[in-house]
Nanobody, 116 residues
């Protein structure tokens, strides 16, 4: 089974930054072929896709994070990143990575809390 391990979350003040990482246990050749995404789930809300990076490194973003978040990938390390800047309280959620569309089991996620 493919494993996804997210890290990098924490408590940050509004306007602050965090960088999330996700390591996937795909083989390198397979990982590089998949579109990867960052998803988040806030309390009482459905999980939503906030950023996608395709195999050709083209990114797409949800309107709510456009201009503030940047997704990237390092295929040599089977890792996808999410640089989050200008964080807002409404960004508070558990953040997960997975393929787009989802084909792997969800990892534990990493908690991001934006609060003063």
């Amino acid at each position: 089974q493919v494993q996804l391990v997210e890290s990098g979350g924490g408590l940050v003040q509004p306007g602050g930054s965090l960088r999330l990482s996700c390591v996937a246990s795909f083989s390198r050749s397979i990982f590089s072929q998949y579109a990867m995404g960052w998803y988040r789930q806030a309390p009482g809300k459905q999980r939503e896709l906030v950023a996608t990076i395709f195999s050709d490194n083209d990114p797409t973003y949800a309107d709510s994070v456009e201009g503030r978040f940047t997704i990237s990938r390092d295929n040599a390390k089977n890792t996808v990143y999410l640089q989050m800047n200008s964080l807002k309280p409404e960004d508070t959620a558990v953040y997960y990575c997975n393929t787009v569309p989802v084909i792997a089991l969800w990892g534990q996620g990493t908690q991001v809390t934006v609060s003063s």
